[in-house]
């Protein structure tokens, strides 16, 4: 239809041409997001990328867990094994973690020994390491249960071999990262010095790390030494915190210094946090005094009000000043929404009497297996493979 009034078609031209500008100024959005073609989903390749891995929130799935204690090769230790134990729900097994913004690739173990085959994969660290460790072994074990497997278990060195292809997945013992050496009959920690538990790293094609929290143990937790050494002077004690900072760039050094970081990935696995307290995530919480015990669900959100350890941002500090970073892990927040997921009493570690009462024997720092350590799987075979 043909406009006669020249006012009208005067404000037309104006705004069409006001429309030109507007649309030539606007450029699309382009994430740096890869997108592998068999599973159709967008996943990040580092720390830095625009999909979100560690901030999401949980969603029920019925096809959880990936697997059962029972079916797992001798591997679960007793502190995990929740069900072995006595515990009576099940509904924290039916979790999975959904990112904000991009979807995970559900583990594939078949998938994850053929891109591997041939190489090593070892954990280093504390018990938080070893729950990471018994979950991948577990939920790669599921996927060939036909295959020939060979499990050697020392201290501190233990190693799960996948014999038809040569994929090994090891636990090194040191919760400290750095050497304890005995001087006069003392246990020191040698915060300088992390030469005799490197040995045992080198050849691994794979290294994740984890420390923290044996940092804050204290009086009869403190456990593994007597004194510390740093700078070639001798103390009772010092500033954990300074400790921590002081071992961990003793660390960040030594990786900068001896693995190639075209052959080797490092991994460090964040703070795996704790639940005693029930009023960090609820004032109305169904648990029995400082614990986790009687939680059988985990936090609704995508946000966690607790206190995020003062180790990691130790952590972050350090591995940001790297060379060669290694990928940070970042559990913490995920994990602290699952105050319902941790043994709790029903661990193979506790009496009887001590599971009487749970305010004072409730396991509120490891994790039930199968469990959220399997999630840390799934993360972390996402950034390896992907």
Same mark, same amino acid.
């Given at each position: 239809?043909?406009?006669?009034?020249?006012?009208?078609?005067?404000?037309?031209? =104006?705004?069409?041409?006001?429309?030109?500008?507007? *649309?030539?100024?606007?450029?699309?959005?382009?994430?740096?997001?890869?997108?592998?073609?068999?599973? %159709?989903?967008?996943?990040?390749?580092?720390?830095?990328?625009?999909? *979100?891995?560690?901030?999401?929130?949980? #969603?029920?799935?019925?096809?959880?867990?990936?697997?059962?204690?029972?079916?797992?090769?001798?591997?679960?230790?007793?502190?995990?094994?929740?069900?072995?134990?006595?515990?009576?729900?099940?509904?924290? +097994?039916?979790?999975?973690? &959904?990112?904000?913004?991009?979807?995970?690739?559900?583990?594939?173990?078949?998938?994850?020994?053929? %891109?591997?085959?041939? %190489?090593?994969?070892?954990?280093?660290?504390?018990?938080?390491? &070893? !729950?990471?460790?018994?979950?991948?072994?577990?939920?790669?074990?599921? /996927?060939?249960?036909?295959?020939?497997?060979?499990?050697?278990?020392?201290?501190?060195?233990?190693?799960?071999?996948?014999?038809?292809?040569?994929?090994?997945?090891?636990? $090194?013992?040191?919760?400290?990262?750095?050497?304890?050496?005995? #001087?006069?009959?003392?246990?020191?920690?040698?915060?300088?010095?992390?030469?005799?538990?490197?040995?045992?790293?080198?050849?691994?094609?794979?290294?994740?790390?984890?420390?923290?929290h044996w940092w804050t143990h204290k009086g009869?937790?403190?456990? +593994?030494?007597?004194?510390?050494?740093?700078?070639?002077?001798?103390?009772?004690d010092m500033d954990r915190l300074v400790a +921590? !900072?002081? /071992?961990? &760039?003793?660390?960040?050094?030594? *990786?900068?210094?001896?693995?190639?970081?075209? %052959?080797?990935?490092?991994?460090?696995?964040?703070?795996?946090?704790?639940? $005693?307290?029930?009023?960090?995530?609820? *004032?109305? /919480?169904?648990?029995?005094? &400082?614990?986790?015990?009687?939680?059988?669900?985990?936090?609704?959100?995508? /946000?966690?009000?607790?206190?995020?350890?003062?180790?990691?941002?130790?952590?972050?500090?350090? =591995?940001?000043?790297?060379?060669?970073?290694? $990928?940070?892990?970042?559990?913490?927040?995920?994990?602290?929404?699952?105050?319902?997921?941790?043994?709790?009493?029903?661990?193979?570690?506790?009496?009887?009497?001590?599971?009487?009462?749970?305010?004072?024997?409730?396991?509120?720092?490891?994790?039930? +297996?199968?469990?959220?350590?399997?999630?840390? !799987?799934?993360?972390?075979?996402?950034?390896?493979?992907?």
């Amino acid at each position: 239809m043909a406009i006669s009034n020249p006012f009208v078609c005067v404000l037309i031209s =104006i705004l069409s041409f006001n429309f030109v500008l507007l *649309a030539s100024s606007v450029r699309p959005v382009v994430h740096p997001i890869i997108t592998n073609p068999r599973h %159709k989903l967008p996943i990040r390749r580092s720390n830095h990328s625009q999909c *979100a891995l560690f901030m999401g929130s949980w #969603v029920h799935d019925e096809t959880y867990p990936m697997y059962q204690a029972t079916s797992c090769p001798r591997v679960i230790d007793p502190e995990f094994n929740c069900q072995m134990y006595g515990r009576p729900d099940s509904n924290y +097994l039916k979790y999975r973690w &959904k990112p904000a913004n991009c979807e995970l690739p559900r583990f594939n173990g078949l998938e994850f020994l053929t %891109k591997m085959r041939g %190489k090593t994969v070892m954990f280093v660290g504390d018990s938080l390491g &070893k !729950n990471q460790w018994e979950s991948l072994i577990c939920m790669t074990w599921s /996927a060939v249960q036909r295959s020939a497997i060979e499990f050697i278990t020392h201290d501190p060195l233990s190693t799960f071999k996948f014999l038809d292809y040569g994929v090994e997945v090891s636990f $090194y013992r040191a919760p400290y990262l750095v050497d304890i050496d005995a #001087v006069g009959g003392r246990r020191v920690l040698k915060l300088d010095d992390i030469s005799k538990n490197a040995r045992a790293w080198m050849a691994a094609d794979v290294l994740m790390f984890n420390t923290g929290h044996w940092w804050t143990h204290k009086g009869s937790l403190q456990g +593994l030494w007597d004194s510390m050494e740093a700078g070639g002077s001798l103390y009772k004690d010092m500033d954990r915190l300074v400790a +921590l !900072n002081t /071992a961990l &760039k003793t660390w960040a050094r030594w *990786a900068d210094s001896r693995v190639e970081s075209s %052959k080797t990935r490092i991994f460090f696995q964040s703070v795996s946090p704790t639940h $005693y307290n029930p009023s960090e995530w609820s *004032a109305g /919480a169904t648990s029995i005094g &400082k614990s986790c015990y009687g939680e059988t669900s985990p936090m609704s959100g995508s /946000a966690y009000r607790g206190i995020y350890p003062s180790q990691m941002k130790v952590i972050d500090t350090v =591995i940001r000043e790297m060379r060669h970073p290694a $990928y940070i892990l970042d559990i913490t927040t995920l994990s602290a929404m699952r105050k319902d997921a941790h043994p709790s009493i029903y661990t193979g570690d506790l009496s009887p009497g001590q599971r009487a009462h749970p305010d004072h024997s409730a396991d509120c720092s490891h994790w039930c +297996l199968p469990g959220l350590p399997d999630t840390w !799987n799934q993360l972390f075979y996402t950034a390896l493979l992907f």
